[in-house]
């Protein structure tokens, strides 16, 4: 029914563990790992069934969609490697998802925003204004999905791939350098002329293991103008859709 799709780098226990959980042998049916770590070798430590990539250099955080070139099944599921999704969740997701499978279904996500950010206004604190390029959504429609858990359609995957080099990239980063979330969301958006949608259902963190891109000083300014250049390039508007 579902193809989860893991990308592999720096925190393989997580991996390991993520597998044990979510790889039932029928709702997520499939599982498969690409691993972009050519120092890490993944053969003998998956279980039996596992479908792996084995790559010898690293693609990048795009390659989660190349795996959805591979799958056997429509409804694709990716999140992080540092997060886990309960199969109740996952049902959830799923459930949703059905009723439109043109859209992308997710767990944490929200919208830019125009002038002041509001959580920045409700505490009184601007002094991680910088970090906050879009306002959260906890529930209902949304531009930006973030990557702790999202479901989609296979054909996107290949849609993604077909738009993502012409994209127009921050400074000093590409349009995929840990901003396919945005690309991928703007682009299933531009093909549905729909939201995206997020859920409200739980997901439990299992450690980013010191290695989170989000920790670059860059990380945030560059995903603030990738999200402007991916409504610029996609002719989507802040309240498109939001209605």
């Not at 996952?90 to 859209?103: A, P």
Request: hydrophobic fraction near 35%.
């Amino acid at each position: 029914m579902i193809t989860l799709l893991l990308l592999s780098w720096k925190r393989v226990e997580n991996i390991l563990k993520i597998i044990d959980k979510e790889f039932d042998g029928e709702l997520i049916s499939e599982v498969i790992v690409w691993n972009n770590n050519p120092n890490e070798e993944l053969r003998n430590r998956l279980p039996e069934g596992i479908r792996l990539i084995q790559v010898n250099e690293d693609f990048g955080i795009r390659t989660r969609f190349a795996m959805g070139l591979f799958a056997n099944n429509d409804c694709i599921l990716y999140h992080d490697d540092d997060t886990h999704i309960p199969n109740l969740t996952i049902k959830n997701m799923f459930n949703e998802w059905s009723l439109d499978e043109d859209i992308m279904i997710g767990l944490v996500g929200g919208n830019p925003f125009e002038g002041e950010c509001s959580r920045c206004i409700s505490s009184g604190n601007e002094d991680s204004h910088d970090r906050h390029y879009y306002n959260k959504v906890r529930e209902g429609k949304a531009h930006l999905l973030l990557g702790h858990g999202v479901m989609l359609h296979r054909k996107h995957c290949c849609g993604f791939f077909i738009e993502e080099r012409n994209l127009p990239a921050p400074p000093n980063a590409s349009p995929f350098d840990s901003h396919d979330d945005i690309v991928i969301s703007y682009y299933v958006m531009s093909k549905s002329h729909k939201a995206n949608e997020i859920i409200n259902s739980r997901f439990e963190w299992l450690g980013d293991g010191g290695v989170a891109l989000s920790d670059r000083d860059t990380h945030y300014e560059q995903r603030r103008v990738m999200m402007e250049n991916c409504q610029t390039y996609f002719s989507i508007k802040i309240d498109d859709y939001m209605r």
